[in-house]
T-cell receptor, first 112, second 115 residues
Framework: DAKTTQPTSMDCAEGRAANLPCNHS???????VYWYRQIHSQGPQYIIH???NNETNEMASLIITEDRKSSTLILPHATLRDTAVYYC?????????????FGGGTRVLVKP | GAVVSQHPSWVICKSGTSVKIECRSL??????MFWYRQFPKQSLMLMAT?????????EQGVEKDKFLINHASLTLSTLTVTSAHPEDSSFYIC???????????FGEGSRLTVL
């Protein structure tokens, strides 16, 4: 699976949009971009995933560049409960394996 | 989303004893389950992949005789840490994937402390 690069940490203000970047310049054509987050001492929580098109769900929006070498996760209105480590992962969604390899992630601190 | 439950949430044991952690998919059949380990302030490290009815596939550097994984049914996988030592103290997390599904769902994690 392709490697991803994320900033180590970032702060954002409560109520404002949080934009989390992720670089995946070696992504291949059949690899999806997945985002998970991990709140302290809990298991990771699935947020969103996409292949080429931008995606939106009740939690967040995922913007993938046209060349697919980078993406941005957008939390539209950050709350204090969004404080967590956010992981950007690229992987092939095949029937076999399907394992997720976690990088360092971005530690997001939402401040009042 | 789908629910994956782990038990126990935390466990303290004496050095040399064995500890079993259960991972259950509550509302779906999990053909594949994954076990991760996470040390403080570090990311998740994949330990092994387990497919229902077959032997687990371990990642490089993970001792299969120490970390016994059983995936006997489509809703249950177990991880047994044998002869636990203080360095095995960690946060153990499982994840499960439903048949034909893309995303993985994670359990709440089990914190093991070996004294």
């Amino acid at each position: 699976d392709a490697k991803t690069t994320q900033p180590t940490s970032m702060d954002c203000a409560e109520g404002r949009a949080a934009n989390l970047p992720c670089n995946h310049s070696t992504i291949s054509g059949n690899e999806y971009v997945y985002w998970y987050r991990q709140i302290h001492s809990q298991g990771p929580q699935y947020i969103i995933h996409g292949l080429k098109n931008n995606e939106t769900n009740e939690m967040a929006s995922l913007i993938i560049t046209e060349d697919r070498k980078s993406s941005t996760l957008i939390l539209p209105h950050a709350t204090l409960r969004d404080t967590a480590v956010y992981y950007c992962i690229v992987r092939v969604a095949t029937a076999a394996g399907n394992k997720l390899t976690f990088g360092g992630g971005t530690r997001v601190l939402v401040k009042p | 989303g789908a629910v994956v439950s782990q038990h126990p949430s935390w466990v303290i044991c004496k050095s040399g004893t064995s500890v079993k952690i259960e991972c259950r998919s509550l509302d779906f059949q999990a053909t594949t389950m994954f076990w991760y380990r996470q040390f403080p302030k570090q990311s998740l490290m994949l330990m092994a992949t387990s497919n229902e009815g077959s032997k687990a596939t371990y990642e490089q550097g993970v001792e299969k005789d120490k970390f016994l994984i059983n995936h006997a049914s489509l809703t249950l996988s177990t991880l047994t840490v044998t002869s636990a030592h203080p360095e095995d103290s960690s946060f153990y997390i499982c994840s499960a994937r439903a048949r034909g599904a893309g995303e993985l769902f994670f359990g709440e994690g089990s914190r093991l402390t070996v004294l």
